[in-house]
């Protein structure tokens, strides 16, 4: 996971793993979409209008759902420590945000179940949201043993 750099430049980069194309999640709605609108066609055949409108707010809400994971796919953190700075770059949804910590002053707060998160006197950054407890664990142990040498 971490990549040591020249000159004791350390540096991680926390990716989702899971991820569909655009092209992948067209096809996927497609396949979605046949089979519930054939028994919506069959119902609408025998008079039951009601049940193309449930097929209608079914099919409705699995694109939004497949909407919100389009948008996070590319998600991820990037930390790159080096002797003058702690930058960290940050992608959610469409958001990109930078942020520079001191490593003399910056400290990792105790990771819980849900969260790891970097301090720096007011500011707190909230890191590897989409990484398995154990994998956030060990990311927790290397930031705060890299920070602590400096």
Not at 14 to 36: D, E, G, I, K, N
Not at 63 to 76: G, I, P, S
Not at 103 to 114: E, Y
């Amino acid at each position: 996971m971490p990549r040591e750099g020249p000159s004791g430049h350390r540096s991680w980069l926390l990716q989702r793993r899971y991820r569909l194309s655009r092209r992948q999640l067209t096809l996927l709605f497609a396949a979605l979409c046949v089979p519930s609108l054939t028994v919506a066609g069959g119902f609408l055949w025998f008079g039951y209008w009601y049940i193309l409108a449930y097929s209608v707010l079914e099919l409705s809400v699995v694109a939004l759902c497949l909407r919100h994971h389009a948008r996070h796919a590319a998600d991820y953190d990037r930390i790159d420590i080096t002797p003058a700075a702690i930058h960290i770059a940050q992608r959610r949804a469409l958001v990109e945000r930078r942020i520079e910590l001191n490593p003399q002053t910056a400290r990792v707060l105790a990771p819980s179940d849900s969260r790891l998160q970097l301090a720096d006197g007011d500011i707190i950054i909230t890191l590897a949201e989409f990484l398995p407890p154990s994998q956030r664990q060990q990311l927790s142990n290397d930031l705060a043993l890299y920070i602590s040498q400096r």
